[in-house]
T-cell receptor, first 118, second 112 residues
Framework: GAVVSQHPSRVICKSGTSVKIECRSL??????MFWYRQFPKQSLMLMAT?????????EQGVEKDKFLINHASLTLSTLTVTSAHPEDSSFYIC??????????????FGSGTRLTVV | GENVEQHPSTLSVQEGDSAVIKCTYS??????FPWYKQELGKRPQLIIDIRSNVGEKKDQRIAVTLNKTAKHFSLHITETQPEDSAVYFCAASSTGGFKTIFGAGTRLFVKA
């Protein structure tokens, strides 16, 4: 149980365009999802916390207008990188927590999305 | 804000030796401490975790210890194998908010 699917796994986009990343909980209802960014050889940096049906809470230094997060249902959260620039190139990964079971402690990660902005 | 410090950043051991990675945390409300193993280009995988009501937990070659008073916890890997080579992250979170803060990571090399 507690499977989190993330799509796409890899995306290359042109500078100035927007990219949407989806994070789905497949076998549980995710009341909260977390979005992380990981630069090469660095740790996972929390970007924002997403609660179903409410606005996301962004960490200090993360631009909410650039990284749009929508958690419209109990199984889906999306991260949209708007007007992407090369410095946004990174590994983006989500994590979900929900009701009961192994999902409860938030240690189930999606497979990650490697974004390359050219 | 919350902070998790992890040491060392790089660790190289001979196959069969033990490896120890240490972390400290700042948020006294933290009560859940997972450890993750991340191989290159892949998602972090939970390898062991410990909750604040326990001082030590062991799973085969892996063990974790927690000192809540001192706010530090450690990962111990015994009889290391080349396939243990990866980046290991410690983390701390509280059940109230579930927000997980990660350490900077330790790159472990196990030499055959």
């Amino acid at each position: 149980g507690a499977v989190v699917s993330q799509h796409p796994s890899r995306v290359i986009c042109k500078s100035g365009t927007s990219v949407k990343i989806e994070c789905r909980s497949l076998d549980f209802q995710a009341t909260t999802m977390f979005w992380y960014r990981q630069f090469p050889k660095q740790s996972l940096m929390l970007m924002a916390t997403s609660n179903e049906g409410s606005k996301a809470t962004y960490e200090q230094g993360v631009e909410k207008d650039k990284f749009l997060i929508n958690h419209a249902s109990l199984t889906l959260s999306t991260l949209t990188v708007t007007s992407a620039h090369p410095e946004d190139s990174s590994f983006y990964i989500c994590s979900a927590v929900g009701q009961g079971g192994r999902s409860r402690w938030g240690y189930t990660f999606g497979s990650g999305t490697r974004l390359t902005v050219v | 804000g919350e902070n998790v410090e992890q040491h060392p950043s790089t660790l190289s051991v001979q196959e069969g030796d033990s490896a120890v990675i240490k972390c400290t945390y700042s948020d006294s409300a933290s009560n859940y401490f997972p450890w993750y193993k991340q191989e290159l280009g892949k998602r972090p995988q939970l390898i062991i975790d410990i909750r604040s009501n326990v001082g030590e937990k062991k799973d085969q070659r892996i063990a974790v210890t927690l000192n809540k008073t001192a706010k530090h916890f450690s990962l111990h890997i015994t009889e290391t194998q080349p396939e243990d080579s990866a980046v290991y992250f410690c983390a701390a979170s509280s059940t109230g908010g579930f927000k997980t803060i990660f350490g900077a990571g330790t790159r472990l090399f196990v030499k055959a």
